[in-house]
């Protein structure tokens, strides 16, 4: 069986990508001394044990190539069939990379980073060798019989989130007519039949625990991420009028992305109209905008394999009616009673539970005309009134639902996530959705995406300005 291990992985060793094209590098994203760091802290915890991640195979044509959240986190090297060999005793860290191919780089693509002094300037390994030698130096792992960590969950790439791969695979493997397994868990068989006795452990919740909490680097580069998604929002409501369908709003946001460098969507983009506006997650996209709907506009770029999540509302006419303005306002004001009530150190059970009396206190406070109306924001409240209701919407990071929830944990200095209650007249099939980034400091939260408008009074006089269409489409 050691030659099974070693013909399989040989041969994709082989496979150097001819479909890849430029993408950022870890060099391009932050310097190696992070990559380092991170890596540090993996050895912290595996103590004599040796880590092994997978990177990601060449896509399947002339795709953009983009690495795996898991294996760019340790390494920043952006090179299809690469792998990573952290060992826990030497403390050394060993980078495999497919070999140069001088022709490839030279006529096709462009240079590569292939093993060598330039490799380990840009990721801080201590050693880079073909992915040809991994085979050799996994083997001699096995023979060794040392604790083996590696991921089991399967790899995340761009407008993904850990749990869509997981149930996409779990649905493979039960397929009658399919019963693949991730690449992660038939490397993890391939191991086995070599080395039955080896212990192989999860690296996902090492993995996770450290992406949980984000460094200033890592700050930085989700703020650029949300500004981008925030300015894509208003010009979509510059655009906005009725007759115009909710995909030519996405294009909207998607030239924002692509002019501010984002490598895609983080998302598939949730621009719903009228009663599409219930849906959480409506991406049909192809809905036209009328007058007197509200749009409710989702979107945001996979930048730098960083995320970001920002919603806004906003009247496809670009005047609220006098209902809109109650229940826009109504719901504005209990979301900001949730996002008002978030403070650093505090429990989420504290957080919801403070949100829950505020919410008790404005209803009770507030000129309802309409009991529909009334009704929902009532529905929205009892949530946070429940003690095991509510939620603070979710992580966001590598990953739009990144790893480390908003809800399993208390609020800590590094965190960033979203807020996003809804908000639903039931039975005329129409719903309000905000979302905002919000990052806990040492004093309290940051509002990344405040800058967006929010206010009924600024998204008015935003929507008068001349949109893309305008000013770029001549017909």
């Given amino acids: 069986m050691a030659r099974l ?17 430029p993408v950022f590098r870890g060099s391009d994203v932050f310097p190696a001394d992070e990559f380092i760091a991170r890596r540090s ?5 595996i ?11 060449q896509p399947p044509g002339e795709m953009p190539f983009r690495q795996n959240n898991q294996f760019f986190y340790l390494t920043g090297a952006a090179e299809p069939r690469s792998y990573l060999l952290i060992d826990g005793r030497t403390k050394k860290t060993t980078l495999f990379l497919p070999a140069k191919n001088e022709r490839v780089e030279q006529r096709m693509y462009g240079p590569a980073l292939t093993p060598g002094a330039e490799a380990i300037k840009a990721t801080g390994a201590d050693e880079t060798l073909p992915t040809a030698d991994f085979t050799k130096a996994l083997n001699a792992v096995l023979a060794d019989g040392r604790a083996m960590y590696t991921p089991f969950g399967a790899e995340v790439l761009g407008s993904q989130s850990s749990g869509d791969p997981t149930r996409l695979w779990t649905a493979n493997k ?14 993890i068989a391939h191991v086995k039949q070599v080395n039955p006795q080896i212990t192989i452990t999860n690296l996902d919740p090492i993995i996770n625990g450290l992406r949980a909490a984000k460094s200033p680097r890592e700050i930085a580069v989700i703020r650029e991420a949300t500004r981008l998604a925030g300015l894509g929002i208003m010009e979509a409501m510059r655009d906005a009028k009725p007759g115009t369908a909710e995909y030519e709003l996405q294009a909207d946001a998607e030239f924002v992305f692509k002019k501010g460098g984002a490598f895609g969507a983080a998302y598939f983009a949730l621009i719903a109209t009228g009663p599409n506006t219930y849906y959480t997650h409506y991406n049909r996209n192809t809905g036209v905008l009328k007058d007197g709907d509200l749009v409710q506009f989702d979107y945001a770029p996979d930048y730098k394999y960083y995320q970001s999540d920002v919603t806004r509302v906003f009247p496809a006419s670009g005047v609220f009616t006098a209902r809109q303005r109650e229940m826009y306002t109504i719901y504005l004001k209990l979301y900001q009673a949730l996002m008002t009530s978030i403070k650093v150190h505090a429990s989420t059970q504290d957080v919801k539970a403070e949100a829950g009396r505020k919410m008790t206190a404005i209803i009770a406070a507030f000129p ?11 529905n929205m409240a009892a949530a946070y009134q429940n003690p095991r209701g509510g939620g603070l919407g979710h992580a966001v990071g590598m990953e739009v639902h990144d790893v480390g929830g908003a809800d399993a944990t208390v609020m800590e200095p590094g965190r960033v996530f979203t807020i996003e209650p809804q908000f639903r007249i039931e039975d005329e099939h129409l719903g309000i959705r905000l979302e905002d980034m919000l990052l806990i400091t040492e004093t309290g939260y940051e509002n990344l995406s405040a800058f967006v408008p929010i206010e009924i009074a600024a998204i008015e006089r935003l929507m008068k300005e001349p949109g893309l269409s305008d000013a770029r489409i001549k017909k």
């Fill in 41 to 45: 802290k993996v050895i912290d915890k």
């Fill in 368 to 378: 309802f005309t309409d009991p529909r109306i009334k009704q929902a924001a009532v």
């Fill in 174 to 187: 039960n397929d009658p007519w399919d019963g693949r397994d991730s690449r992660e868990q038939a490397f």
């Fill in 5 to 21: 291990i070693c013909t399989s992985l040989c041969f994709l060793a082989l496979l150097v990508t001819t479909s890849a094209q």
């Fill in 47 to 57: 103590g004599d044990g040796v880590a092994i991640v997978l990177g990601t195979t």
